[in-house]
């Protein structure tokens, strides 16, 4: 008889950018429950660390080089920490880095769970675990983050700004593609936030492709919110929302009111997906880098630890990432408070409790059930 053939071992090479503040920090508290799984789910992992941000430019003058982007392309993916400074002029690393690179990757869509889990306590008392779980699709490349735009008469008493919204029918497509198969994965509701009443051209291009792309998905109940109206109904009524599917300033503005309702910035996390797979794409937690606590071991890992888990997701790892969201649900119910002294526990001990928990799952078999989580959902999506 012939001996089996060992599977052989999958490897996935990460570009590690900690950043600034406290990016380095919760970067580091994710590694051992990162390596706790190749070890359980038998795959490997190769981190190379990158200094991206504002120590680097600092000390080189340099942001986000064309070398470096050729080195980071040829990586499976980006795991990022948070960028900024004080000591440099604000936006400089956010458009010269971040924005960078998600335009050169075409990461196109950003993708923001907001769910509240079980333990924690959200600010809103209505938000409770069974109403606050949805998905946030933010355009990632286009809208009024392409930079255009210009000032007449700088510095006078007549000064005129003007800034540019890029909207591209092609652009908007992949991004709303995206959302419907995601919702078909879910509840099969999808919506689109905009202000098309105000916003005419824009709302109307971002309207007829719902509508159009829509009609190749006929199960997916389709409504529309204008964005002053979400900052009104997501908070109280979250359960109205399954995925959401919007432009780039608003999705940046209504994530971070998604990451209040479901407990704080520590705990939120995200994807900035690069949909062709012919580019890496990168995975964040939304938080800043937080330079007045840099150091003292107050930030909350959960959020990059959650970030990890759709990192392995679209790795085509969903057991791996579903034994991450697991366990990083798990430890965040003990803890007494979302960040900050309060902890009790050090961002690194936080990120080891996440650890010890994987091992003890998979010595006892035991899993936390989430039901159906973003990371299978993304996973399905991603490699269907």
């Known amino acids: 008889m012939n001996a089996r053939t060992e599977d052989p071992i999958r490897t996935h090479r990460i570009a590690v950018v900690p950043g600034d503040g406290i990016g380095?920090?919760?970067?580091d508290a994710s590694?051992?429950?990162?390596?706790?799984?190749?070890?359980?789910?038998?795959?490997?992992?190769?981190?190379?660390?990158y200094g991206l941000g504002a120590a680097h430019f600092t000390a080189t003058g340099e942001l986000l080089t064309d070398e470096k982007l050729d080195a980071l392309r040829r990586h499976d993916a980006v795991f990022f920490g948070a960028m900024g400074d004080p000591s440099v002029k604000p936006g400089l690393l956010e458009r010269g880095v971040i924005l960078k690179m998600r335009v050169a990757f075409q990461q196109a869509a950003n993708v923001r769970p907001v769910r509240l889990y079980p333990g924690v306590q959200s600010p809103m008392k209505s938000v409770t675990p069974e109403n606050c779980d949805l998905i946030i699709v933010r355009e990632n490349t286009e809208g009024s983050y392409v930079g255009g735009g210009s000032t007449m008469l700088a510095g006078t008493p007549y000064a005129v700004a003007t800034q540019d919204s890029v909207n591209t029918a092609f652009g908007i497509h992949r991004v709303v593609d995206f959302a419907f198969r995601l919702a078909m994965q879910r509840r099969k509701r999808l919506t689109l936030c905009h202000k098309k009443n105000v916003l005419v051209h824009a709302g109307e291009l971002w309207q007829q492709t719902v509508d159009t792309v829509g009609r190749q998905y006929p199960e997916v109940t389709v409504d529309y919110v204008h964005v002053d109206a979400m900052c009104f109904h997501l908070p109280l009524t979250p359960e109205r929302f399954d995925v959401v599917?919007?432009?780039?300033?608003f999705g940046d503005i209504i994530t971070d009111l998604g990451a209040m309702i479901q407990g704080g910035l520590g705990v939120s996390a995200s994807a900035n997906l690069n949909l062709d797979g012919n580019a890496p794409s990168m995975f964040e937690p939304i938080h800043g880098s937080a330079p007045d606590i840099a150091g003292k071991g107050w930030a909350n890992p959960i959020g990059a630890l959650l970030s990890g888990a759709m990192m392995l997701s679209s790795l085509g790892e969903p057991a791996a990432a579903g034994a991450l969201e697991s366990a990083a649900v798990a430890?965040?119910?003990?803890?007494?408070?979302?960040?900050?002294?309060?902890?009790?526990?050090?961002?690194?001990?936080?990120?080891?409790?996440?650890?010890?928990?994987?091992?003890?799952?998979?010595?006892?078999?035991?899993?936390?059930d989430l039901g159906s989580t973003i990371n299978t959902q993304l996973c399905a999506v991603l490699h269907s």
């Open 31 to 49: 590694r051992p429950a990162l390596l706790a799984l190749a070890k359980r789910f038998r795959f490997k992992l190769e981190f190379t660390e």
């Open 331 to 368: 430890v965040l119910a003990q803890l007494p408070g979302p960040s900050g002294p309060s902890m009790q526990a050090t961002t690194a001990e936080v990120g080891q409790r996440v650890a010890d928990r994987i091992l003890a799952d998979a010595t006892n078999g035991s899993t936390l």
């Open 24 to 27: 380095p920090e919760v970067v």
């Open 245 to 249: 599917v919007t432009d780039n300033l």
